[in-house]
């Protein structure tokens, strides 16, 4: 499998929505550290040693190498979802060039933004093995508890359209060379109380799933 074509719906309160394809991320974030605000912002990222010694974000380092002078990693992502208002969601693509071997990255429809060199990764020469989608959030428990920060809108996932985040029509492309939707995910939350993830598939939306919450809570120390 080496692509993908999700489309992930954003919020004020996004700290990262991500597509993982093994040592590859590409997204957006929310990092006051790295950018100086709370603002959603468009990122990639990569390891070759899964994060042992190399990668960095955006363009910090040597690696990721950007074609596109129209489209800014790092830049903040605009317009937002609201919360039982208005909902939008862009489109991130991932795939391998079968003759070179560059991993290629696009943003939108059909805008090219740059790709990660063949020679970065050993493992990524042939192809990928597993691809993931999902959030994160940084939880260092200071003084003992759980981190406040928020997944997503902030809001469980049965909430729902209009409240939770989501990622929609996820597919791959299979050794056919043939692009099929991603189904039978397994989904995976750490801590229900504190964020989750509900999955299904339509034919408007193929597989999808919803995800966030709010982080600490009664429910979730």
């Known amino acids: 499998m080496s692509l993908v074509f999700p489309r992930f719906g954003f919020f004020p309160g996004l700290s990262m929505a991500l597509i993982s394809i093994a040592s590859k991320l590409a997204g957006s974030q929310v990092s006051p550290e790295l950018y100086g605000d709370s603002r959603p912002r468009l990122f990639t990222y990569?390891?070759?040693?899964?994060?042992?010694?190399?990668?960095?974000?955006?363009?910090l380092c040597s690696g990721f190498v950007q074609t596109n002078s129209r489209?800014?990693?790092?830049?903040?992502?605009?317009?937002?979802?609201?919360?039982?208002?208005?909902?939008?969601?862009?489109?991130?693509?991932?795939?391998?060039?079968?003759?070179?071997?560059?991993?290629?990255?696009?943003?939108?429809?059909?805008?090219l933004v740059g790709y990660?060199?063949?020679?970065?990764?050993?493992?990524?020469?042939?192809?990928?093995?597993?691809?993931?989608?999902?959030?994160?959030?940084?939880?260092?428990?200071?003084?003992?508890?759980?981190?406040?920060?928020?997944?997503?809108?902030?809001?469980?996932?049965?909430?729902?359209?209009?409240?939770?985040?989501y990622f929609r029509n996820l597919e791959i492309v299979d050794s056919d060379n043939s692009l099929i939707s991603a189904r039978d995910i397994?989904?995976?939350?750490?801590?229900?109380?504190c964020y989750n993830i509900k999955s299904s598939s339509n034919t408007q939306w193929g597989t999808y799933f919803y995800y966030g919450g709010p982080g600490r809570n009664p429910q979730c120390q």
């Not at 990569?46 to 363009?59: E, R």
């Not at 909902?87 to 060039?97: G, L, R």
């Not at 959030?135 to 909430?159: C, I, K, L, P």
Request: proline share 3%.
């Open 71 to 111: 489209i800014a990693i790092g830049a903040a992502i605009s317009p937002l979802s609201a919360f039982e208002g208005s909902q939008f969601d862009v489109t991130i693509v991932i795939w391998k060039d079968p003759k070179l071997g560059n991993w290629w990255m696009g943003f939108g429809e059909n805008t």
């Open 116 to 165: 990660w060199p063949a020679e970065l990764f050993t493992h990524l020469a042939d192809r990928a093995t597993m691809v993931e989608w999902g959030g994160e959030v940084v939880n260092s428990r200071a003084n003992g508890e759980h981190t406040s920060t928020q997944m997503g809108s902030g809001h469980f996932a049965e909430d729902g359209f209009g409240k939770a985040s």
């Open 46 to 59: 990569w390891t070759s040693d899964a994060y042992q010694a190399t990668g960095c974000y955006n363009l």
């Open 186 to 193: 397994s989904t995976l939350a750490e801590n229900t109380n």
